[in-house]
């Protein structure tokens, strides 16, 4: 079996990485910084013995993600999407380049390479795709709403890829992380209780996986956190500074 992980120099996919090559699955790595996946790379196969290829990959090129994507060989059993950006939210609201890479980035560059994920799968009648998304999707915020509403429109592409790839034989999951102690949040004063540590998340992701999960929020009190967000009426939820 072949796992592919775009984003693979991330906190959580070096993670996910070596959860997966611990279950023996051989590993392809995408992503920008060739140096640290080259290191990735040869750590992982020394000490699990599995075949690991490395691939450069740019989610906002989406004009070369069919080419790239052909050039796999083999073609991945599983696919995981690990890449996002955060951004600056405050620069973002002045200046469109920002903006644009936010949106770009947790959204159109996701759906473009998924996109011919799913076509792949669809015709091969098997496989599973994994998406990262985020609880910032579920209810836009004064405080990152840029990157929340990317997130959000990621959560539906998902759920209609579930629904359209189901009747193929192939399975979507949409994980939630939650808040993540990585490098994207660091700096961030992030509470310890709904704070998951990447080795975490990546264990619960596996385990997802093997169980044919849809949706897995990573600490389960985010889906209460979410529940009571989302519920809370709009004449309210407005006048909040969250």
């Known amino acids: 079996m072949t796992a592919l992980l775009f984003g693979a120099t991330s906190d959580i996919a070096i993670a996910l990485a070596k959860c997966l090559a611990k279950n023996k699955y051989n590993l392809q790595l995408a992503g920008r910084d060739m140096e640290v996946m080259t290191g990735l790379k040869s750590n992982i196969e020394i000490q699990q013995q599995v075949r690991v290829s490395i691939y450069e990959f740019d989610a906002e090129k989406f004009d070369g993600h069919a080419a790239w994507y052909d050039q796999l060989l083999p073609k991945p059993d599983i696919v995981i999407l690990v890449f996002g950006y955060l951004g600056n939210h405050q620069k973002a609201l002045e200046d469109w380049k920002e903006s644009k890479r936010i949106l770009d980035t947790n959204y159109v560059g996701a759906v473009s390479i998924l996109n011919i994920v799913a076509n792949d799968f669809a015709n091969r009648k098997q496989g599973v795709i994994v998406g990262i998304s985020s ?3 579920n209810r836009g915020r ?12 990621l959560t539906a592409y998902l759920s209609g890829l579930r629904n359209r790839l189901y009747h193929s034989g192939v399975h ?26 990447p080795d975490q998340v990546a264990q619960k992701i596996v385990n997802a996986i093997a169980g ?3 949706t897995l929020y990573v ?19 407005k006048k909040l500074k969250l």
């Not at 990152?144 to 959000?152: D, H, R, V, W």
């Not at 994980?175 to 209780?193: A, D, I, N, S, W």
């Not at 889906?223 to 709009?234: F, G, H, Q, Y």
């Open 219 to 237: 600490l389960p009190i985010w889906r209460l956190i979410m529940l009571v967000i989302r519920n809370i009426p709009e004449f309210i939820f």
């Open 212 to 214: 044919k999960r849809n």
């Open 142 to 153: 004064m405080s990152n709403y840029l990157y929340g509403s990317a997130k959000a429109g």
């Open 172 to 197: 979507v999951l949409t994980v939630m992380p939650g808040f993540v102690r990585t490098q994207m949040t660091e700096g961030l004063k992030l509470p310890p209780l709904v704070t998951a540590e």
């Open 135 to 137: 609880v910032a999707g």
